[in-house]
């Protein structure tokens, strides 16, 4: 079984993370319950700690003495340990179904995503108003959180959601390198994304169910977006975005 990790958004206290061994910092609440109550681990075991920042933390569980629900860690050592991908990707991502957003965050950060931007597309059947939109984002990140505390991953990703679709193709690095997902376009991703930067940004877009219409297509081509297809096959929203990720990481290096 692999050390435990949790996410804990200062575990330093403001001191640095070369001034944070020896420290004891408590737990945020769900991470001591499940520490406790779901993993029931003792007191004096191994855990990690990671700051989202790409630092983590060697520490060992203590129960909390005025919380019996709570727990504490003591920190014996830190460093900034990087995990993350090879090359910087940024999936826009066509609102669809919640339980379809919620794999594909999780999964996205697992392969090793930077960012992913949510907006709205002509054709998505999903609306959300604006107190769903901060409940829904909320949840987002803490599913982006819980991801990498599992991947091991030091650093979340950025999960944003955009007003519509104009704003989510904006919402990329300046000099990107941007790719929209179309089953009719004339080459595949594999042709037009061979041969770039090892350190260039990358950024794929995919449509909801029914795809994108001609005048989003049109829009992402004003901005840069060449249109690309995953082969022969017309994938699912929440597959087509992964295989594009996991083809872009292969063919920048990140398997060898």
């Known amino acids: 079984m692999s050390t435990p990790r949790f996410f804990v958004e200062d575990p330093s206290q403001g001191r640095g993370v070369a001034a944070a061994a020896g420290l004891t910092v408590p737990l945020p609440a769900p991470a001591g319950h499940h520490a406790r109550r779901v993993l029931r681990l003792r007191p004096q075991e191994p855990i990690v700690l990671f700051d989202g920042n790409g630092n983590e933390y060697a520490a060992a569980l203590l129960y909390d003495p005025l919380d019996a629900a709570g727990a504490l860690a003591q920190i014996h050592a830190a460093a900034a340990v990087d995990r993350e991908a090879r090359v910087a990707i940024t999936l ?22 930077a960012r992913v931007v949510l907006a709205p597309a002509e054709r998505s059947v999903v609306r959300l108003d604006e107190g769903r939109r901060a409940r829904r984002l909320e949840r987002w990140r ?54 770039g930067s090892g350190s260039a940004a990358l950024v794929c877009a995919v449509g909801p169910e029914g795809g994108f219409t001609a005048a989003e297509q049109a829009q992402a081509a004003a901005l840069g977006y060449v249109a690309v297809r995953l082969g022969t096959r017309v994938l699912r929203t929440e597959t087509a975005g992964l295989a594009a990720v996991a083809a872009l990481l292969a063919l920048h290096g990140e398997y060898r």
């Open 92 to 113: 826009v991502q066509a609102l669809s179904a919640q339980d379809k957003i919620d794999w594909l965050i999780e999964k996205c950060v697992e392969l090793g995503v």
């Open 142 to 195: 803490d599913i982006a959180t819980a991801a990498c505390a599992q991947c091991g991953r030091n650093r979340v990703p950025q999960i944003l959601l955009a007003s519509d679709l104009a704003a989510a193709l904006r919402a990329v690095p300046e000099g990107s390198r941007r790719w929209l997902l179309e089953p009719q376009a004339p080459r595949g991703l594999g042709a037009a994304g061979e041969g």
